[in-house]
């Protein structure tokens, strides 16, 4: 009894399914035939009042049937979506202009360190660096800058609060703390640049900035003079400008050089004549140089005059001004994308 309505089921779904023309219809089919409250499900249901033996011969012809019944419907289903595919309305214009990725690329200042780095390299220099949050000590004492030294005043410092920590820490005022850290850890001979951020507590305008970026360098064995400091500078800047570049020391003071030095290189925008850039002095400032003051050395723990160092701090925007020809140090440091984006 059983099996013969099975078979009449199974006949009028083969016999419907194929005859149906649309995805919905076949649908509506699937839940007639084979749904929860379809005739097969409910002779599912009631395979348990059977005794043993039918349950087992109705049981497996029910599964055939339900088997076959599906392989048709999923046969089904996928010539009615093919047919019903509209490639008309799928086609791909390849001769569309693709929209514009946007891609992003290195900051002007980042650019300028790498390529300071790749040419200090190539001079055998090693590149080191240190903490921007830094000690009293490394910013200061080492340096020979002590607490009650005017030169303190020198630099307008970011003093941080005091944590209840035994030392005072500030936001470093320059790349020379980087020769401290560096000469404690290692014996001359050595040469090293370290390029960095740094941080003064003053007013800003189109030369200065509270943030901005030096590249120290330091020198030490133990016959270094200021002919090391000039020849080195200048193999320098002839590679970073690739041009000849004329350079000029002047007198100065720096508690950690003697003697010490302002460096200045001729303008490379008017070639010295005199224009906005170098602000009509012909010459651009670049930062501080000198001979290692020997109390240094002491204050890392070398022995009093067995060596000899030069060493300088200059001002990395200063050097991608002239290079770009950009006329305020502010912009870098302004996100605005119209000025980011020309490099
Ligand atoms: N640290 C100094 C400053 O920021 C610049 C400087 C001067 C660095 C002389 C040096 C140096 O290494 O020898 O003003």
């Keep these: ?120 390299n190539s001079m055998g220099f090693e590149i080191a660096d240190g903490p921007e949050v830094e000690t009293e000590f490394y910013n200061f004492d080492a340096l020979n800058i002590p607490k009650d030294h005017p030169a303190r005043d020198m630099q307008d410092t970011f003093w941080l609060k005091d944590e209840g920590k035994d030392e005072k820490v500030v936001m470093r005022t320059q790349t020379s703390d980087v020769q401290i850290r560096f000469m ?16 003064r507590r003053e007013s800003t305008d189109t030369t200065h900035d509270h943030t901005f970026h030096q590249f120290e360098a330091l020198m030490v064995g133990e016959d270094i003079t200021v002919g090391n400091l000039k020849f080195v500078a200048e193999q320098f800047f002839s590679k970073f400008f690739k041009a000849d570049v004329e350079i000029r020391l002047r007198p100065s003071y720096f508690p950690f050089t003697e003697p010490s030095f302002e460096f200045d290189i001729n303008c490379l925008v008017c070639g010295g004549k005199g224009c906005s850039s170098c602000k009509w002095a012909g010459w651009l400032e670049l930062g501080g140089a000198g001979i290692v003051n020997q109390n240094v050395f002491e204050a890392v723990g070398y022995p009093r005059n067995k060596y000899q160092g030069f060493a300088w701090g200059f001002g990395l925007e200063r050097l991608a001004m002239m290079k770009y020809k950009i006329d305020d140090v502010r912009l870098f440091h302004s996100g605005d994308l119209r000025f980011i984006k020309q490099f």
């Design 184 to 199: 404690e850890k290692h014996t001359p001979p050595f040469r090293i640049i370290a390029p960095g951020r740094v941080f």
């Design 1 to 120: 009894m059983l099996e013969e309505k099975i078979n009449k089921i199974k006949e009028d779904a083969l016999a419907e399914i194929l005859a149906v023309e649309s995805l919905a219809q076949l649908n509506d089919l699937r839940i007639k035939f084979l749904g929860r409250k379809s005739e097969f499900t409910n002779i599912l249901k009631s395979l348990k009042d059977l005794t043993e033996q039918e349950r087992k011969t109705v049981g497996q012809i029910a599964n055939a049937t339900k088997i076959e019944v599906e392989s048709v419907l999923a046969e089904k289903e996928k010539e009615l979506k093919e047919k019903s595919f509209d490639f008309a309305a799928e086609k791909i214009d390849v001769t569309m202009p693709a929209k514009k990725l946007q891609r992003g690329h290195l900051h002007p200042l980042s650019k300028i360190q790498y390529e300071i780095e790749d040419i200090f």
